[in-house]
Nanobody, 124 residues
Framework: QVQLVESGGGLVQAGGSLRLSCAASGRTVSSNGMGWFRQAPGKEREFVAAVSWSGGTTLYADSVKGRFTISRDNAKNTVYLQMNSLKPEDSAVYYC?????????????????WGQGTQVTVSS
């Protein structure tokens, strides 16, 4: 089993930055693709970004491309999401997820393990 714990969320003004972390425990996720998703109130959970096992391949939702960066440190069993130029519409609960697939994948149903989420609120 893999346990994922997100941290780094909070309240930030529009235009600001936050860095989310996702620490994995239970076993290594160094061979797993990892992803970030988000869910705003009243909306479905949506894909944000994904990274392959090596960090060599990344995928981004169009809405965050050029502003967010996903990365990983396999030695620390941790995945990061650097969020810059934040907008009020980025406000949501952000979830980290792990897939058994080694590559970067976008489809939510391909992810097997999920964290509890961390709240990000961007004020205008």
């Amino acid at each position: 089993q893999v346990q994922l714990v997100e941290s780094g969320g909070g309240l930030v003004q529009a235009g600001g930055s936050l860095r989310l972390s996702c620490a994995a425990s239970g076993r290594t996720v160094s061979s797993n693709g990892m992803g970030w998703f988000r869910q705003a109130p009243g909306k479905e959970r949506e894909f944000v970004a994904a990274v392959s096992w090596s960090g060599g391949t990344t995928l981004y939702a169009d809405s965050v491309k050029g502003r967010f960066t996903i990365s990983r440190d396999n030695a620390k069993n941790t995945v990061y999401l650097q969020m810059n130029s934040l907008k009020p519409e980025d406000s949501a609960v952000y979830y980290c997820a792990a897939t058994a697939i080694a590559s970067a994948v976008q489809k939510e149903y391909l992810y097997n393990y999920w964290g509890q989420g961390t709240q990000v609120t961007v004020s205008s």
